[in-house]
């Protein structure tokens, strides 16, 4: 079956890094575009960035242009997300989607 498993999350100081990586299996996985998702507290969950099957087509929400950049590696069937310049708003678990499928989550906390 699908199964997809986000990790690389953790507590990070304001204008710090992390990156996210998301492991999938269960699909053939070059075939499919992968996305991110975040759902901060109290709020709605919102796309992150998306990256084409192949890679070349990258779009992000405006809110982490230039700040986020996604890429995967379809040899290792992973997704990532690096973020840098993180800001207390990026606060959120970050999900994996591809298809109708989701991870479980994992969270990103951006406090001093």
């Known amino acids: 079956q699908v199964q997809l498993v986000e990790s690389g999350g953790g507590l990070v100081q304001p204008g710090g890094s992390l990156r996210l990586s998301c492991a999938a299996s269960?699909?053939?996985?070059?075939?499919?575009?992968m996305t991110w998702y975040r759902q901060a507290p109290g709020k709605e969950r919102e796309l992150v960035a998306t990256?084409?099957?192949?890679?070349?087509?990258?779009n992000y929400a405006d809110s982490v242009k230039g700040r986020f950049t996604i890429s995967r590696d379809n040899a290792k069937n992973t997704v990532y997300l690096q973020m840098n310049s993180l800001k207390p708003e990026d606060t959120a678990v970050y999900f994996c989607?591809?298809?109708?499928?989701w991870g479980k989550g994992t969270l990103v906390t951006v406090s001093a």
């Open positions: 989607n591809a298809m109708q499928y």
């Open positions: 269960g699909f053939t996985f070059s075939s499919y575009a």
């Open positions: 990256i084409s099957n192949s890679a070349r087509i990258t």
